[in-house]
C-alpha cells in the first residue's frame, strides 16, 4: 500500500468520526434552546404542543407531521424530512428554507449555535426520553 492510499484511508476514517463530524455541544445547545426556542416550544417527557409543536423525535422526522398541531400548507407539503443538513439549512432562516412557514423564529445565522442546537434536540425520541 502506498503513502498516498495511507493518507487517503486516514482521511475518509477520521471523516466519518466523532472528531471529523460537526459535533456540537448539547449542554450550551439545551441554553440556547431554554433561551430561543423555549417561548414557542416544548420538548422532553410530559411535552405538548403549544404555540409551536413539540420537538420530541423532530430528528428523522418528515416536517409538519406532528400529531395535534396546525402546521401551515408550506411546511405540510415541503417534502422536508429533519435530518441534520436540513435542520440546519431550515434553522438558519425558516421562511427561506420554507417560503409560507407559519414560523416566525428569524434565524440561527451562527453555525455553532445550530450544531449545538441540533446535538442537543438530536438526544430526544419521539416519546421524550433521552436516547
Given at each position: ?76 407539503s ?26 416566525v ?27
Amino acid at each position: 500500500m502506498s503513502w498516498k492510499s495511507v493518507c487517503i484511508a486516514a482521511a475518509a476514517a477520521w471523516a466519518l468520526s466523532a472528531a471529523g463530524a460537526s459535533a456540537g455541544d448539547a449542554a450550551a445547545g439545551e441554553t440556547l434552546f431554554n433561551q430561543k426556542c423555549k417561548t414557542c416550544h416544548k420538548i422532553g417527557e410530559g411535552a405538548t404542543n403549544a404555540v409551536g409543536p413539540e420537538l420530541n423525535g423532530l430528528i428523522g422526522s418528515k416536517a409538519g407531521t406532528t400529531e395535534g398541531y396546525s402546521f401551515s400548507d408550506a411546511l405540510k407539503s415541503s417534502g422536508l424530512v429533519f435530518d441534520e443538513a436540513t435542520f440546519k439549512e431550515f434553522i438558519t432562516s425558516p421562511k427561506a428554507k420554507v417560503p409560507g412557514t407559519k414560523m416566525v423564529f428569524a434565524g440561527l445565522p451562527k453555525e455553532t449555535d445550530r450544531d449545538n442546537l441540533f446535538a442537543f434536540l438530536s438526544q430526544f425520541d419521539e416519546k421524550g426520553a433521552k436516547k
